[in-house]
């Protein structure tokens, strides 16, 4: 059925408090819209409930993000491309601006809020889980005045939650004190972006003294609102991370959850997904624990032999000799914090240099200029490329040749996990790319795999 749009009516006021006195006047006559990315989805079905519609887009009040002592107070109006692109998000809340990253395209992310994933409540929503674990608070305003609630509580049921009539959520608090944890999260969906997760899970965890001293571990599409996993959590705090630790917390989770069958998925995969998350889970912050030896060994190596063990996980000596003068780095938190700070900064011909190092997505053969280990590591990263039918691996290798021609450079993407298909779809996409949006796509990519390689790096 397709809407009208003579049947609507669209108010932008300038003012926050304008919005909230419209609300009052007629409680639950004034749909608020923000982004519109949900909203306008129901509009294009003539499943859209209301017929007046006031815009949040772009307020002043809800699109800033304060950075306090002890608290980031993000405005409910702020993108995901606001997210993404703030430090301290992306350095404290490394969940939150990932799921930033995962949510649809980047059409959607800069139009998409936060406020808006919030009240649509969806079981599936990407950024709920990593609220969750960071344990958030809402600041919800009416023309009553303003109440502040704990995150956790307001989902009440399938698409149910605290929120009253004339109220809208005005800013998400995230408390300062997780900086130092290690965090994981994964989506499990068709893709990672432009797809509805099967199961996406965000973890939180601190390991002391050779056991989790605190861990937060969180799950989506997997009840009916997304969950914390209270259980699983308080039988693995205070407990060693082994192998029968691990098979328990696999079992516990599975068990805690409730899962339903739908076009996405079925109850069965889902609880199996998530006890694997769980387990992957533990298996990471375990790997954590290692990678701290490595890192104390290397912060006591002169700087020359410090710069020469990071180098293959980037190859930009610059970015080599940078990360190399930040030491010490006590955990994988702050080292991976200094790699993308460091290398978001470096100009184009150190960015040129790393990309230098790759060989050709499907080709084997390193370029000259790779290590042994560079080489051995790409091999890795492209070893689903590499299973390529005959038609795509040549596509593969026409596209490789078009987009050197056109750029002047090796194309760069994060292979790792990929199909060659899905690489040559994005190669396709990016191809029609002007210069500089696709030497940051390419930067972007190569951010990627510095990250997966200095955890390779930590884990060995
Ligand atoms: C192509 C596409 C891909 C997508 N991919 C993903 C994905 O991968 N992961 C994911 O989680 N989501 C995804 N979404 C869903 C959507 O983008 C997000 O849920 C987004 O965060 C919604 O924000 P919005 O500002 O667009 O909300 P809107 O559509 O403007 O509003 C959504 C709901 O929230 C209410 N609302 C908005 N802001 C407030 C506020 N401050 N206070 C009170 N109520 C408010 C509105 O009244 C409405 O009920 C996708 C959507 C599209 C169209």
Redo the contacts with the bound molecule.
């Keep these: 059925m397709r809407s009208d749009p003579a049947e609507y009516e669209l108010v932008a006021p300038e003012s926050l408090a304008a919005v909230v006195s419209i609300l009052a006047e007629k409680p639950g006559e004034w ?12 509009y294009a079905a003539g499943k859209l409930p209301a017929r007046r519609l006031v815009s ?2 772009n307020l002043p009040e ?1 699109r800033r993000i304060d950075v306090s002592q002890t608290e980031v107070s993000v405005g ?2 702020c ?2 491309t606001d997210l993404r692109e703030h430090q301290t998000v992306q350095r404290e809340f490394p969940l939150l601006a990932t ?1 930033a990253r ?4 980047v ?2 992310q800069n ?12 079981p ?5 889980p990593a609220l969750l674990v960071y344990e958030a608070d809402l600041i ?1 305003i009416s023309f009553r005045g303003e109440r502040r609630i704990k995150y956790v509580d307001f989902h009440t049921g399938y698409k149910q939650t605290l ?1 009253s009539a004339d ?4 800013a998400i608090c995230l408390p300062r004190r997780f900086a130092e944890y290690i965090a994981y999260s994964r ?1 499990v ?1 068709a893709r ?6 099967k199961v996406c899970i965000a973890g939180l965890g601190r390991i002391g003294g050779g056991v989790i001293e605190d861990i937060h571990i969180a799950a ?1 599409s997997v009840a009916p609102t997304p969950v914390r996993l209270r259980e699983t959590e308080r039988f693995l705090q205070g407990r060693p991370i082994d192998i029968a630790l691990v098979h328990q917390a696999r079992r516990i989770a599975a068990a805690e959850i409730l899962p339903i069958d739908d076009i996405r998925s079925t109850s069965t995969y889902r609880s199996a997904v998530l006890g694997n998350l769980v387990a992957e889970f533990l298996q990471t912050l375990s790997a954590h624990e290692r990678g701290k030896d490595v890192l104390a060994r290397w912060n006591g190596l002169s700087a020359d032999e410090a710069a020469r063990e990071i180098l293959d996980c980037c190859g930009s000596a610059a970015w080599a000799q940078e990360i190399t003068a930040r030491r010490p780095l006590k955990n994988e938190p702050s080292l991976l914090a200094a790699s993308d700070e460091i290398w978001n900064s470096l100009p184009m011909q150190d960015w040129l240099e790393a990309f230098s190092k790759h060989p050709r997505i499907g080709e084997r053969k390193a370029p000259p200029a790779a290590s042994s280990k560079s080489a051995e590591w790409s091999a890795q990263e492209q070893k689903h490329a590499e299973l390529a039918e005959n038609s795509v691996q040549t596509a593969l290798a026409k596209g490789n040749a078009e987009y050197e021609s056109k750029f002047g450079r090796v194309f760069i993407v994060c292979a790792t996990g990929k199909t060659a298909a899905e690489i040559l779809a994005i190669l396709q996409l990016r191809m029609q790319k002007e210069e500089q949006t696709e030497l940051r796509e390419a930067a972007e990519e190569q951010r990627k795999i510095t990250n997966l390689r200095l955890e390779k790096w930590l884990g060995q």
Aim: no cysteine; net charge neutral; hydrophobic share 45%.
């Design positions: 749909l608020p819209i923000a982004g519109g990315t949900d909203v306008m989805v129901q949040l887009w809800l409910a109006g993108t995901y799921a995962w949510t649809g395209g059409a959607n139009r998409g809020t936060l406020g808006g994933n919030i009240v649509n409540a969806s599936a929503a990407d950024s709920l919800l929120l109220e809208l959520i005005r989506k969906g990672n972006a432009q797809a509805i997760s989506g």
